[in-house]
């Protein structure tokens, strides 16, 4: 791994000056000017794809087409925040006109909308080297919101990361975003020192759990605590109920193994357990999956070894069955799998419901519905669960569904996990440990709403209130009004 | 003050057990069903006016009409929230219905509203025995929510949080709510367990800064850090700008005067500084004013010794001269207020800009416009910012805003921040100190928000949706499908 020097005092000086000097401006821009900006990154980041993927390809070990799916994703990503912002959706206008008569005082006019929270410091996930890193879906909703933001680096991708900064920095600079609206750093003690400054007013962080909770630590010791929304780890889940298995075991067998293979098993939406009714026959079809998948590397040696240490915990349980024992060599891992039931799932949940990031997962047999039910309310905090149902498990769905959104931010149905559409619906964050902080979302257009705060403006003439405010709705955006969403102008 | 006994710890145990066994069937529980529960609470609190008011007298301190005007505000407050649920608002169903075109991967069908987060521990505040304590902003906005509240009542006036609580648990039950919805605990101690107990998934505050700091810090550094909303310190600090100040000279003098005082001056939103320019003339007006404020007595012992204690602070700092010094025997607390200028003001920042909780406050005079912008450039996060402007002022205010607007949660034009109006736009917390936490409300209806959590459902079974998000929209609420504002059913 090709390791870049840490960003020095003196730089880290420089772009927290430069970000605090920004954000007024950042935060002034009209909501076409900021949107104008954004997509001018967006087909920077698009054109730069040949120079940027090679790059990508040597410091991720992930393939190129992926890769390439992956700019397409946030390139599209920045897209849908900037239109979001350009229509004026983002900042949530709602309206109060005054009423003298009200009870027990009279009512103001008030109007209120979102403003943006000022500098925002990103924490880049290795994973995604671009749509979770410096032009990902935090950068992306940070500007949106109206914030600088500054990228701490990933080191599984320095290289990377300056490479897609420059084209970014570049492009937000011609559009006429104003500098310091976006920077670098490398170096985990120089993300911990930012984090810590004045001038940083919220925080973004994809990542593992014990990284997460120290970061998080951080943000709220200061002396003036600040929001930090963190990304850390999830098991997903996924139930496998008896009708469903019946329709399309096979199905849900190469499903299943297609998933929690995928890239190399580093996703956070990774399948970490299958629940499966016992005498379900469809281990043989899944080992076999399980075989055929082609050994690939890691992202990096760290995560590598991370793997590594993982499954030596699992092996070492008693009462977890290694259906697939994979290689773990350095140039190529392949996948493993494991086998339990649901007693022996509670009585070693301390151990048994940790994440292991990589290819590797736990088939569960439950022995009928009330282990079923015991498993599924053994989960903390998840990204998602999945349940694979048909018609004929209605019932037990309609119980199951509501333990499942009780601990889970997405609840998906006859499919996987992985894979995370952007778009208005997306959630991506639950409970803890799958996010820290106040529950958000990283992924999809509200995640804007993390680096927003309200404020609410009290008979303010018109000509002195923000655009989107204003009696007449020149932007057409839809605003709560006396409490009903309208996008008709005010008249008096 | 009489006391009440301490919650034992077998008593809370018992109160964490309810509230949780409680949590599905309130989260359950379909929004009309639970706006019934709440406009229930709504109702006997009215009912037992007549009751409360007397022991809220006797505890507090405060008139019966300002307490009865309490009262009236609260229940109007639930019945605002019990409405916004039950017409669907408060869930913010968001739809993205299936694509399979969508670039780089096609689209699921994605659903996604708002549910509850579980047990919620409020912590009442002193100043507004009903407003802001057991049946207040944030029980209603919690129960709202779908939340069981457990309140840790202020010790300013135990016997009327026991006696609201039973009005409120009694009419709940009646209304069918389940037991365990509502319970009050007491003492300081007992409120750190409960918050640092795996049964309370979130919390909101209202008080002083240590406190809300040193509690932010136990639900910060739980294993499972929750969300904490603390609504802690402001100063408001209120602009007179030439123009206003030429317009309307007495009724300034008079509006501050009596907003700095009313209550004792035990308001959050109390007028702290008032920046006039050089020359005003308005000295003799405002002091004549101030010393014509009867004296009263403040909410408590406590609240008593930490204002003198506040005000001997500020009578020992060189540069800043007494116009008004008050009285201040327990029995009855006339009005105090101080003189300075912006530089002074600027040069003991430290001091001069802590809250200082009750009738006092501060004149500064400002020898221009650029002490006028440093002035303002000078405060922290505050809940309210006021200007007094005429015509005259608009190039002054239009520099002036964007400042304010960048410190505080409301900007007041031409009025004084005391009273807040319970609506859909109100914006009660600001930046850090003004709140803790992700910036929030902690007033009006965006308030519920704070409880809860999204969840996206993908491709699951119309039959398995909640009913805010099955395509046919049976309570014609507005949802945003498709990334449009509607209220359509949806059709494929």
Redesign the interface.
């Known amino acids: 791994m090709t390791k870049l020097p840490n960003t020095t005092a003196d730089q880290l000086e420089q772009v927290l000056t430069a970000a605090a000097a920004a954000a007024?401006a950042v935060?002034?821009a009209l909501p076409a000017e900021r949107a104008a900006w954004i997509f001018a990154a967006a087909d920077s980041l698009d054109a730069a794809a040949d120079r940027l993927v090679p790059l990508a390809v040597e410091e991720s070990a992930l393939p190129e087409q992926r890769l390439r799916?992956e700019i397409?994703?946030s390139s599209?990503q920045l897209r849908l925040f900037a239109e979001?912002l350009a229509e004026g959706?983002l900042h949530e206008p709602?309206?109060?006109t005054a009423d003298p008569d009200?009870?027990?005082?009279p009512?103001?006019d008030?109007?209120?909308m979102l403003?943006p929270?000022?500098p925002v410091l990103v924490f880049a996930a290795s994973n995604f080297p671009f749509a979770f890193s410096v032009c990902g879906g935090d950068t992306a909703s940070a500007l949106a919101a109206g914030c600088p933001v500054l990228v701490k680096s990933h080191p599984g991708h320095p290289r990377l990361s300056e490479a897609v900064a420059e084209v970014m920095v570049t492009a937000l600079r011609e559009a006429g975003a104003p500098e310091g609206t976006l920077a670098v750093v490398h170096g985990d003690r120089v993300g911990v020192e930012a984090l810590g400054d004045p001038r940083i007013?919220a925080s973004g962080f994809t990542g593992s759990v014990a990284g997460g909770?120290a970061l998080?630590?951080v943000a709220?010791?200061r002396p003036?605590?600040?929001?930090f929304y963190g990304e850390l780890g999830s098991l997903n889940p996924a139930f496998v109920l008896t009708g469903a298995l019946e329709e399309r075991r096979s199905e849900i067998a190469a499903g299943f193994v297609a998933s929690y293979t995928l890239g190399v098993g580093q996703f956070c939406t990774k399948p970490g357990l299958l629940l499966l009714p016992t005498g379900h026959g469809l281990e043989k079809e899944i080992v076999a999956a399980a075989e055929d998948v082609a050994a690939a590397p890691m992202l990096n040696e760290r995560i590598h070894q991370g793997y590594t240490a993982g499954l030596a915990r699992l092996r070492a349980r008693d009462g977890l069955e290694a259906l697939v024992t994979g290689d773990e060599s350095e140039g190529g891992v392949s996948a493993s799998l494991f086998k339990t039931t649901v007693p022996r799932l509670i009585e070693d949940a301390a151990e048994l419901l940790e994440e292991c990031f990589g290819p590797t997962s736990i088939v569960v047999e439950y022995a009928d519905d009330d282990e079923l039910y015991a498993a599924a309310s053994l989960f903390?905090g998840n990204l998602t669960a999945t349940v694979h149902g048909s018609d004929d498990d209605?019932d037990v769905?309609?119980r199951l569904?509501?333990l499942l959104?009780?601990r889970?931010?997405?609840?998906?149905?006859?499919?996987w996990p992985t894979?995370v559409?952007v778009?208005?619906?997306?959630?991506h964050?639950?409970?803890?440990?799958a996010t820290?902080?106040?529950?958000h979302?990283s992924v999809g257009t509200?995640a804007a709403r993390?680096f927003q705060?309200?404020?609410?403006?009290?008979?303010?003439?018109g000509?002195?209130l923000p655009e989107l405010l204003r009696d007449r709705n020149s932007l057409n955006v839809?605003r709560?009004v006396?409490?009903?969403?309208t996008r008709r102008d005010i008249t008096s």
Chains 1, 2 share one sequence.
């Open positions: 007024p935060a002034a799916g397409a994703r599209g979001a959706a709602i309206i109060d009200a009870e027990p005082i009512r103001p008030l109007r209120r403003v929270l000022g007013k909770l998080h630590e709220a010791n003036d605590p600040i929001p903390r209605a769905a309609a569904l509501p959104e009780g889970a931010g997405r609840v998906v149905w006859n499919g894979g559409a778009s208005w619906a997306m959630q964050g639950g409970p803890f440990p820290v902080g106040s529950i979302t509200t993390r705060r309200p404020v609410c403006f009290q008979n303010i003439p000509g002195l839809s709560r006396n409490g009903e969403i």
